[in-house]
């Protein structure tokens, strides 16, 4: 009768503390859960906004891909510019003339050409005495 005795307080001082312990995790499960939530979406939001395909280098992207469609832009209003120029030149002898003479410094027959020199960047001021 001693060993049944024994056993039977043994149980029962196992099944108190398993019930508390029980009874400690279901209660504790729901804020654990949610905090742990909340600490992953905040992870999460980190990497949208940070990561290496997040917000902020799809931003600096979108903003290259804007300056380079503007360079693009740029190059085919010139090359359509030039494209312009060389018809021109392929096609009107006046063109043809002007260049020659504002580029090449060519001249008609008895026509004398007079180079002036540059401007001075100093044209206005006096000059300083010794």
Known sequence: ????KVRAEKEVVIEPLGSRALEFAQRAWRPTGSAVAVCLALMLMVHVVNGRNGLTVWNKKRA???????EIDKLKRDNAQLRDHVERLKSDPDAIEHEAREKLHYAKPNEVIVAMPPAAENQGQPAVGK
Request: charge should be negative; avoid cysteine; aromatic fraction near 0%.
């Open 64 to 70: 290259e891909d804007l300056q380079l469609q503007a």
């Open 1 to 4: 009768m001693t060993d049944e």
